[in-house]
């Protein structure tokens, strides 16, 4: 595969064309595991819960198996290393395969300051967690600004251009952090792109997947975009 392209498909078989022991470094969000039929809330909350969760299953964004995602993309890394995103469904499964591979394990968290309303009987689902699973040996920077260590992160729910899209100072924390310019960051399933652009922005290659045909276009129109930008900058 070329390097800094975006391309067009089914993450799982697009994986596969990828040459093993190639990746630094994979920042990813993968689909969720969300039933917008269940539940105790009713009215509004409920309303918005399946509105919002609808949406993510137009996008094919409710039905996900880690381990097979996880042992697939292994032999992909040069070594295992990632930041993966995940609800609390899903964190048991990303922590059981850290530790059934004897990997390092951290969790970090990223808060909504105005999360879906759904409430009665628990919590509000205002948090979602990022599972850093990394090898011995992987690069781990220490010169970075004291806050880009946090493990919490404040996420404004202000509409983006994706209905799952991250902040792209969080994505810049984690690139900046775990890879060096020119390495090769891996995100399979690239929503918005702004993983993508956050590596291109901090001079390290990439390559993305993405499944639907609306977000891959506008995708490569944000990369072009943000290129001619850092030629600008760059003259």
Partial sequence: MKLNQIYLGDAFKLIQQIDDKSADLIIVDPTYNFNPYTGRDTGKNIIAKRRYIENLNDLDCCAFNPLEFLNLIRPKMKRFYGYFF???????????????????????????????????????????????????????????????????????????????????????????????????????????GSTLIAAQKLKRNFIGFEIDKRYFDMINERLMNSKNQLDLFNE
Avoid: W
Wanted: with cysteine; charged share 25%.
């Fill in 86 to 192: 995940c609800n609390k469904k899903l964190l048991k499964a990303y922590l059981d395969f850290a530790d059934y591979n004897k990997l390092t394990f951290d969790v970090l968290v990223m808060a909504k300051n105005n999360p879906i309303p759904a409430y009665k009987g628990h919590h509000l689902p205002d948090l979602e967690y990022i599972v850093l699973i990394r090898e011995s040996k992987t690069y781990f920077s220490q010169n970075e600004d004291f806050d880009n260590y946090r493990k919490f992160y404040l996420k404004s729910c202000k509409q983006g251009i994706h209905p799952a899209e991250k902040p792209a100072a969080l994505l810049e924390r984690f690139i900046k952090i775990s890879s060096r310019p020119n390495d090769l960051i891996l995100d399979c399933f690239a929503g918005s």
